[in-house]
């Protein structure tokens, strides 16, 4: 089965439509202010009526309160919430009040020890992002274009399905895809050509290149 691939960060109705012609599984919209690709609310709903009801509408939040997510849930009619740096018990109380919306908790990768945190998302997630740690400092938990080592998930026995991010794009995606047996990869600045400004040939080449792994 080949992979699939979720184009994030998408703000614009011309990348959002290159995201969907060029056969992408999931779109994503940040809701975080901070990101040079956050998307304001009142924009929302008319990007999510581009999007077909086969392609998942996935929200990208960090911790997020639940005045946001009934509004952006809302607004974006999503399907999948990607959760950055919520923790386990947050993530059950959003398991709870969105019974019907997929949760993807996030956790952020620098060593083999930082997969551990992965099982305790176990009962509470449709699938678990590996992503990138970013520095401690930094302004966003995700969006930097950082990779993490993928020889970590060698063996590493995964608690639930996953997918993969961090640093990819159309060059490396292949080798990612052969290198950790993603069947899902998720992308958001190798397909811009600066911080929040996507770019149509950069995501129809990355889409091409997850089809042709
Ligand atoms: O893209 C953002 O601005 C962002 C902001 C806050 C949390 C996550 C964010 N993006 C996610 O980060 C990863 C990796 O992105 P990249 O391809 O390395 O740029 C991806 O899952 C995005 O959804």
């Known amino acids: 089965m080949p992979a699939t691939a979720k184009i994030c960060g998408l703000t614009t109705p011309a990348t959002l439509d290159a995201a969907i012609a060029g056969g992408a599984s999931h779109v994503g919209f940040v809701f975080f202010p901070p990101s040079p690709r956050h998307l304001a609310l009142d924009r929302a709903p008319s990007l999510a009526a581009r999007v077909p009801d086969r392609i998942h509408r996935t929200g990208v939040f960090v911790d997020p309160d639940d005045a946001l997510l009934d509004a952006a849930i809302a607004a974006a009619r999503l399907a999948v919430l990607q959760l950055h740096k919520t923790a386990p018990a947050r993530v059950a109380a959003i398991r709870t009040r969105f019974p019907a919306i997929a949760l993807w908790p996030v956790v952020a990768v620098r060593t083999r020890a930082d997969l551990d945190a992965a099982r305790p ?11 990138a740690k970013t520095p401690d400092a930094a302004a966003l938990p995700g969006g930097m274009g950082l990779r993490f080592d993928w020889r970590l998930l060698d063996g590493f026995v995964h608690p639930r399905p996953w997918l993969l991010s961090g640093g990819l794009d159309a060059g490396n995606v292949g080798e990612a895809i052969a290198a950790t047996g993603a069947d899902l990869v998720d992308v958001s600045s190798g397909v811009e050509t600066a911080p929040g400004i996507k770019d149509v040939d950069k995501i129809a080449a990355f889409l091409k290149a997850v089809r042709l792994s």
């Open 121 to 131: 998302f176990a009962p509470l997630a449709e699938r678990i992002l590996y992503d």
